[in-house]
């Protein structure tokens, strides 16, 4: 059993931003060099300050837990007026510290237009009377789909990035993880067999982030010898009959009972002579797709090293 | 308790008025709301002015509206079937909304205009009257009409669990069970537009029923000897029921107990009339449902609750006081 260490997170950004507040101090530091000359300057950062002023930066407010994790990803810190209170909670949101800097909104109609924000980010399953109620009072609005491949949490980045007015730092994110992706060693034979593992069976195919996660990892996937392309139910038979090497889970209430914990100590299994090797990746790192989704690829494989090896 | 009909209705008129102002002033988030009054009555289109049209007071109207539907219809419904267990539920049509509204949730989440959803319902409602129709046939008795009812509630409800079942994933299925609870919050002037006719129409063909239905607690024979016609009352009373029901349901999804407890509460001060009893539980079950509405804003939980779980959490215990007081009163 592992945890994966939730280090890596934008360090990107945090590069992006020392560039910026660089700039500023640079300024600053040269300004009162003589009378003239500072003068000069001073009308020069008035005039970079006019620029800015005259584009305005999209002040944004989520209703929707993925989206705030790439909305605190790519936009600047003053941009971004409320994100939805799940973005504070430890099991679903990967920049749950970070989130808590910021007001949270209940996905309140009422809410989120007395913060007069210039974009909504909402979700695909958001209630769909407060979005038509945001669209008719004139809000702009931006619905970000739910993500069902690491190609799509590219694209979400991508389009999360324009909609807030930062389109470069969004393709320089994916460009990275692109690299990323294509830099992981190449999986060997044998893959061993691995299923996602949520409560009640719940499994992930390879038409989903996790299936392709554990693809990626070089895992072989139990749903697609089950006929579960997507999202569904792995019977405690399948399982026997498919015999897993590990049941990798991702529980959003950590500490608690564990049910693939507790599945890989069914009688039944034991009985089949199985002792699947548990996995165990942190929900605020399967809930929503982003850079993070790489990590966890990479953990895996680390995992996969393990197994193989052990 | 002796109250006249005039007085009784006045009083629950007065506190309907009182909460419905409540549910304008109260919010989540406090308004200044003589600023936002002063906006709207300027034409200014300021945020206040935006949140207290477009949000507040569609959602007080359709309080007030699908609040008096269910205990007017739970009073009809009480009284037609001379048992205190009936509820506007029972004819099938609130099932059949929920159904269709469900329906249009898991096929066209954000991809169809919002007016979808309430119009899918109210069709809904209207399939499930005809087919308790058709079922039950021209001339049936109330007991054949109840089981066909019954029968298309269950069919309603298996159609629901099935997309439950089927969703594509865990988001679906949360925002499908969520509907399903009954809730106000952010619905626009477009749904109450779109609920009010139907309503409307529900509540007129209810005029004029009470005094039938007053005969009919003397017997079906009797009432028929004193000229009421059951096979029309009843049929009248059904469709009346769908359509207003229906439109609420399509609107707000399921609220539960309204129906059931409200003609409850009032039949005491009406003396135990049924045709009384109308009019005092449709302005009853708008207080209830208002005063319920506000609650939901003032209870501080973590995710937001819905109103169809708080009338269901205050109803029963509260129902069973009612069954507890009304045997000692019998004793």
Same mark, same amino acid.
């Given at each position: 059993m592992m945890t994966l260490?939730?280090?890596?997170?934008?360090?990107?950004?945090?590069?992006?931003?020392?560039?910026?507040?660089?700039?500023?101090?640079?300024?600053?530091?040269?300004?009162?060099?003589?009378?003239?000359?500072?003068?000069?300057?001073?009308?020069?950062?008035?005039?970079?300050?006019?620029?800015?002023?005259?584009?305005?930066?999209?002040?944004?407010?989520?209703?929707?837990?993925?989206?705030?994790?790439?909305?605190?990803?790519?936009?600047?810190?003053?941009?971004?007026?409320?994100?939805?209170?799940?973005?504070?909670?430890?099991?679903?949101?990967?920049?749950?510290?970070?989130?808590?800097?910021?007001?949270?909104?209940?996905?309140?109609?009422?809410? /989120?237009? =007395? +913060?007069?924000?210039?974009?909504? @980010?909402?979700?695909?399953?958001? %209630?769909?009377?407060? !979005? #038509?109620?945001?669209?008719?009072?004139?809000?702009? /609005?931006? =619905? +970000?789909?739910?993500?069902?491949? @690491?190609?799509?949490?590219?694209? %979400?980045?991508?389009? !999360? #990035?324009?909609?807030?007015?930062?389109?470069?730092?969004?393709?320089?994110?994916?460009?990275?993880?692109?690299?990323?992706?294509?830099?992981l060693e190449k999986p060997r034979e044998p893959k061993p067999l691995a299923?996602?593992?949520?409560?009640?069976?719940?499994?992930?195919?390879?038409?989903?982030?996790?299936?392709?996660?554990m693809?990626y990892a070089g895992f072989s996937?139990?749903?697609?010898?089950?006929?579960?392309?997507?999202?569904?139910?792995?019977?405690?038979?399948?399982?026997?009959?498919?015999q897993p090497d590990a049941l990798i889970?991702?529980?959003?209430?950590?500490?608690?009972?564990?049910?693939?914990?507790?599945?890989s100590?069914?009688?039944?299994?034991?009985?089949?002579?199985l002792d699947p090797h548990v996995i165990h990746?942190?929900?605020?790192?399967?809930?929503?797709?982003?850079?993070?989704?790489?990590?966890?690829i990479e953990s895996l494989q680390a995992e996969r090293l393990k197994l193989m090896g052990g | 308790?002796?109250?006249?009909?005039?007085?009784?209705?006045?009083?629950?008129?007065?506190?309907?008025?009182?909460?419905?102002?409540?549910?304008?002033?109260?919010?989540?988030?406090?308004?200044?709301?003589?600023?936002?009054?002063?906006?709207?009555?300027?034409?200014?289109?300021?945020?206040?002015?935006?949140?207290?049209?477009?949000?507040?007071?569609?959602?007080?109207?359709?309080?007030?509206?699908?609040?008096?539907?269910?205990?007017?219809?739970?009073?009809?419904?009480?009284?037609?079937?001379?048992?205190?267990?009936?509820?506007?539920?029972?004819?099938?049509?609130?099932?059949?909304?929920?159904?269709?509204?469900?329906?249009?949730?898991?096929?066209?989440?954000?991809?169809?205009?919002?007016?979808?959803?309430?119009?899918?319902?109210?069709?809904?409602?209207?399939?499930?009257?005809?087919?308790?129709?058709?079922?039950?046939?021209?001339?049936?008795?109330?007991?054949?009409?109840?089981?066909?009812?019954?029968?298309?509630?269950?069919?309603?409800?298996?159609?629901?669990?099935?997309?439950?079942?089927?969703?594509?994933?865990?988001?679906?299925?949360?925002?499908?069970?969520?509907?399903?609870?009954?809730?106000?919050?952010?619905?626009?002037?477009?749904?109450?537009?779109?609920?009010?006719?139907?309503?409307?129409?529900?509540?007129?063909?209810?005029?004029?029923?009470?005094?039938?239905?007053?005969?009919?607690?003397?017997?079906?024979?009797?009432?028929?000897?004193?000229?009421?016609?059951?096979?029309?009352?009843?049929?009248?009373?059904?469709?009346?029921?769908?359509?207003?029901?229906?439109?609420?349901?399509?609107?707000?999804?399921?609220?539960?107990?309204?129906?059931?407890?409200?003609?409850?509460?009032?039949?005491?001060?009406?003396?135990?009339?049924?045709?009384?009893?109308?009019?005092?539980?449709?302005?009853?079950?708008?207080?209830?449902?208002?005063?319920?509405?506000?609650?939901?804003?003032?209870?501080?939980?973590?995710?937001?609750?819905?109103?169809?779980?708080?009338?269901?959490?205050?109803?029963?215990?509260?129902?069973?006081?009612?069954?507890?007081?009304?045997?000692?009163?019998?004793?």
């Open positions: 260490a939730a280090t890596m997170g934008c360090s990107q950004y945090r590069f992006i931003h020392s560039l910026y507040s660089l700039k500023k101090n640079s300024l600053k530091s040269v300004s009162p060099l003589s009378g003239w000359l500072g003068l000069l300057l001073f009308l020069f950062f008035l005039s970079v300050r006019s620029v800015a002023a005259e584009t305005p930066q999209v002040k944004v407010a989520s209703i929707n837990l993925c989206a705030d994790q790439l909305v605190l990803l790519l936009s600047d810190e003053e941009q971004i007026r409320s994100l939805s209170m799940l973005s504070q909670e430890e099991a679903g949101s990967y920049f749950f510290e970070r989130a808590r800097a910021y007001p949270v909104n209940e996905g309140h109609a009422e809410q /989120i237009l =007395t +913060l007069q924000p210039d974009l909504v @980010i909402v979700g695909q399953y958001s %209630n769909s009377h407060t !979005v #038509a109620m945001l669209r008719e009072v004139g809000l702009r /609005i931006e =619905t +970000l789909p739910i993500a069902n491949s @690491i190609e799509t949490v590219f694209e %979400n980045i991508a389009s !999360v #990035a324009r909609w807030v007015g930062h389109e470069d730092r969004g393709s320089e994110v994916v460009e990275k993880l692109r690299l990323r992706l294509k830099n299923a996602g593992y949520d409560p009640n069976g719940y499994t992930s195919g390879a038409l989903s982030v996790r299936g392709q996660i693809e996937n139990v749903a697609s010898l089950a006929g579960i392309d997507s999202y569904g139910k792995l019977s405690l038979e399948a399982i026997i009959n498919l889970e991702s529980p959003y209430s950590p500490g608690t009972y564990s049910r693939a914990q507790a599945m100590q069914h009688p039944a299994l034991l009985a089949a002579g990746i942190p929900s605020r790192m399967t809930v929503c797709g982003g850079p993070w989704t790489i990590d966890v | 308790m002796k109250l006249s009909q005039a007085k009784l209705c006045t009083l629950l008129a007065i506190v309907a008025l009182l909460l419905f102002i409540a549910s304008v002033a109260i919010g989540r988030d406090s308004l200044p709301l003589l600023t936002a009054l002063k906006d709207t009555l300027n034409g200014n289109d300021s945020v206040y002015a935006v949140i207290l049209n477009q949000i507040r007071l569609p959602r007080a109207l359709i309080a007030l509206v699908a609040g008096a539907t269910l205990g007017l219809c739970g009073a009809a419904m009480q009284g037609l079937l001379r048992n205190p267990l009936a509820s506007p539920g029972l004819v099938g049509s609130a099932s059949g909304a929920a159904f269709f509204a469900v329906l249009v949730l898991y096929f066209g989440t954000g991809m169809v205009p919002p007016y979808v959803l309430p119009v899918a319902g109210m069709f809904g409602a209207l399939l499930a009257t005809v087919l308790v129709y058709v079922l039950a046939g021209r001339d049936a008795s109330v007991t054949t009409l109840i089981l066909a009812g019954v029968a298309i509630n269950a069919l309603a409800t298996a159609g629901m669990s099935l997309l439950l079942n089927l969703a594509p994933s865990p988001f679906a299925v949360r925002e499908l069970v969520l509907w399903t609870l009954g809730d106000i919050t952010d619905r626009s002037m477009n749904d109450f537009w779109l609920m009010l006719p139907t309503s409307l129409i529900g509540w007129a063909m209810l005029i004029g029923v009470g005094g039938k239905l007053d005969s009919l607690t003397l017997g079906e024979r009797t009432a028929q000897s004193m000229g009421v016609n059951p096979v029309h009352l009843r049929w009248r009373i059904f469709i009346a029921v769908s359509l207003a029901v229906g439109a609420a349901v399509a609107t707000v999804g399921m609220i539960g107990f309204i129906g059931l407890v409200v003609p409850h509460l009032l039949r005491p001060y009406v003396a135990h009339e049924p045709g009384r009893l109308l009019a005092a539980s449709a302005l009853g079950g708008a207080c209830v449902l208002l005063a319920a509405d506000i609650g939901v804003r003032l209870i501080p939980t973590d995710s937001p609750l819905k109103v169809g779980v708080l009338t269901a959490l205050v109803g029963a215990p509260f129902f069973l006081h009612l069954i507890v007081r009304s045997r000692r009163e019998y004793l």
